[in-house]
């Protein structure tokens, strides 16, 4: 069946890096954009990055932009999210989902996974 | 970047009572706006996007409206599973960015 599995999450400390990845299969990874969102604590929900079906195009929150990039690798079927300069406002669930269509603007996400989670604390 | 305000906040509501949630955009967006449930410690779930088109799998009851900066979602007849939290999404342009959720919470 269609589906998205996080991994990578973990407890890090400020300013150290972290890469999460998300697996995909059941679905023809290479048409889809992908996104990923994340939720802090008691919080709600947080567009963090997107990337075009192909890589050619991505996509940051202000938030993120210049720490965070997003990328994947067709041949794997896997989105990954490397993480630098890490901040304990960072600490969240951590979600990726597919986007319904090709391009990362313009549409919705309509399979999410399950979420991996990351606490940046000292 | 896009603001999307949300209200309520939360309401109480019973099973078969109609709940109407409202989402409110900072600049026109045109119909780029999707709704999700939240159901506690699992991920979202997409129920409508393009203002109005109900995604599979979606029960009929719920439902979408608007365009331009003010847009809707009802649920015709609440029922148990649906008590969970509800966000409006703007994809018009990036940042996509979410509202603040709002909290069904049995009355």
């Known amino acids: 069946q269609v589906q998205l599995v996080e991994s990578g999450g973990g407890v890090v400390q400020p300013g150290r890096s972290l890469r999460l990845s998300c697996a995909a299969s059941g679905f023809t990874f290479s048409r889809y954009a992908v996104h990923w969102v994340r939720q802090a604590p008691g919080k709600g929900l947080e567009w963090v990055a997107a990337?075009?079906?192909?890589?050619?195009?991505?996509n940051y929150a202000d938030s993120v932009k210049g720490r965070f990039t997003i990328s994947r690798d067709i041949s794997k079927n896997t989105l990954y999210l490397q993480m630098k300069s890490l901040r304990t406002e960072d600490t969240a669930v951590y979600y990726c989902?597919?986007?319904?269509?090709?391009?990362?603007?313009?549409?919705?996400?309509?399979?999410w996974g399950k979420g991996t989670t990351v606490i940046v604390s000292s | 970047d896009i603001q999307m305000t949300q209200s309520p906040s939360s309401l109480s509501a019973s099973v078969g009572d109609r709940v109407t949630i409202t989402c409110r955009a900072s600049q026109s967006i045109s119909k780029y706006v999707n709704w999700y449930q939240q159901k506690k410690g699992e991920a979202p779930n997409l129920l409508i996007f393009a203002a109005s088109s109900l995604q599979t799998g979606v029960p009929s009851r719920f439902s979408g409206s608007g365009s331009g900066t003010d847009f809707t979602l009802t649920i015709s007849s609440l029922q148990p599973e649906d008590f969970a939290t509800y966000y409006c999404q703007q994809s018009y342009i990036t940042p996509q960015t979410f509202g603040q959720g709002t909290n069904v919470e049995v009355k």
């Open positions: 989902a597919r986007d319904r269509y090709s391009h990362v603007s313009g549409s919705s996400m309509d399979v």
């Open positions: 990337v075009s079906y192909d890589g050619s195009n991505e």
